[in-house]
């Protein structure tokens, strides 16, 4: 019988509803502390305050397990190094949350045995969230409780796919800028949703390939598994599973390898599959009509009781 993580996503949304409380108090605030971190990223209060409310939580209801976040890094629990491991950003798109605009959640998951098995994300300001668990499937709702599936699209050819971003910085620190140029011209629509949205939506199925060159592990891993469970493939730009590199590829499955043949960086051994080179164009003459039949079907989603 398969593992139930039933009792860690019950906990992951408890974590999640105290931290939609702790945000959303600020969200909006004219008296907002922010701050830069050295990387030149924003930090603000309620990064602060939304991370040590879900650390002094696991702490009692988690002893064992580790607790890495991304504003006091890494913990271990009373099991020592291994094991379980919870991993927490706890607003995603800082910038967003800072200037007033929605496009904001706290990201939680849970590692175990290198791979994530659970993930939460709540956007308290979209009145939205996500979840999964290993073999569990994805879910977005209101609550645990009152929940639909998601799964991703069937679009299996990139002239009829959406690609969603965050932006253009980064692409030529990994000397990827002309690629990603190149993928976005062959794809049919083109939109920064940005952050953990990108990922959100190609889950549910409205969006077909979400990438982005520079990532830490807490702004992937709850993203991993709510793609997975949702049918469709996570990835580094190295094809490596997971939200292990420092960037990510994320597809419904179908278009993985054509994307990959655009944007698959490969800095030491090169590509792990030679079917993934570049597609060429085609030809004029091969233009036709400029009339297209579009597919934008998915699995059907049914309510959980």
């Not at 990223?41 to 991370?51: G, H, L, N, R």
């Not at 668990?133 to 009829?160: C, E, P, Y």
């Not at 698959?264 to 051994?269: E, I, V």
Request: aromatic share 8%.
């Amino acid at each position: 019988m398969a593992h139930s993580y039933n009792d860690d996503l019950r906990l992951a949304h408890v974590l999640a509803d105290n931290a939609d409380n702790l945000s959303m108090d600020r969200f909006g605030a004219i008296d907002l502390e922010v701050a830069t971190k050295p990387d030149m990223t924003y930090v603000t209060e309620s990064d602060e305050a939304v991370e040590a409310a879900i650390r002094r939580t696991l702490k009692s209801a988690r002893t064992r397990d580790i607790v890495l976040g991304e504003e006091h890094g890494e913990v271990e629990g009373t099991s020592g190094p291994g094991g379980r491991r919870w991993i927490i950003d706890p607003i995603d798109g800082t910038s967003n949350f800072v200037r007033g605009v929605p496009v904001w959640a706290t990201l939680i998951a849970l590692e175990e045995d290198g791979e994530v098995v659970v993930g939460c994300v709540s956007a308290p300001a979209l009145g939205r969230r996500w979840w999964a668990a290993k073999d569990a499937g994805a879910q977005t709702g209101k609550s645990f409780m009152s929940a639909r599936d998601i799964r991703v699209s069937q679009v299996s050819d990139l002239d009829n796919a959406s690609l969603s971003y965050a932006s253009m910085g980064g692409w030529d620190a990994i000397d990827k800028a002309d690629a990603f140029i190149a993928l976005m011209r062959r794809c049919w629509r083109t939109r920064a949703y940005g952050d953990f949205w990108s990922y959100m939506l190609l889950a549910e199925g409205a969006v077909d390939i979400a990438t982005e060159p520079e990532l830490k592990v807490w702004d992937m891993a709850a993203l991993d598994i709510i793609v997975r469970e949702a049918g469709g493939m996570f990835t580094s730009l190295a094809g490596q599973p997971g939200p292990w590199g420092d960037n990510a590829l994320a597809t419904n499955g179908r278009l993985h390898d054509a994307a990959m043949a655009y944007l698959g960086h490969f800095p030491d051994q090169g590509p792990p599959d030679p079917s993934w080179a570049d597609e060429p164009e085609p030809e004029p003459d091969e233009q036709l009509d400029n009339v297209r039949t579009f597919d934008f079907t998915r699995e059907p989603s049914q309510d959980l009781p």
